[in-house]
């Protein structure tokens, strides 16, 4: 059975940058090199949703398009995702999987943008 595993997940704050890496288990080369793939995110209490994917092109969903980049490294067998320009909205964990016919889920990765915040101040 296919495996993936996802890191790089983190913290950060709007506007910084993260990498996500997925590396992928028992594919075998003339399967997984013309295989589609995706990145999907689960915010909390939303459903999973497709955030981008790669084959023969690069397709994003219109949130993320122009702030992250998905490549992959057929030879490794690895899937990327370079997030740029992060937002609030981008919370969430992220997973790795085929983009047609999912396999079996792996655990994802924690991505968590922090909000600027906002003063408070109290007078006496």
């Known amino acids: 059975q296919v495996q993936f595993v996802e890191s790089g997940g983190g913290l950060a704050q709007p506007g910084e940058s993260l990498r996500l890496s997925c590396k992928t288990y028992r594919f075998i080369t003339s399967v997984f090199n013309p295989m589609e793939f995706a990145w999907y995110r689960q915010a909390p209490g939303k459903q999973r949703e497709l955030v981008a994917s790669?084959?023969?092109?690069?397709n994003y969903d219109d949130s993320v398009k122009g702030r992250f980049t998905v490549s992959r490294d057929n030879a490794r067998k690895m899937l990327y995702l370079q997030m740029n320009s992060l937002k609030p909205e981008d919370t969430g964990v992220y997973y790795c999987?085929?983009?047609?016919?999912?396999?079996?889920w792996g655990q994802g990765t924690q991505v968590t943008v922090w909000g600027q915040g906002t003063q408070v101040t109290v007078s006496p």
């Open positions: 999987n085929k983009l047609r016919a999912p396999d079996s």
């Open positions: 790669i084959g023969r092109s690069t």
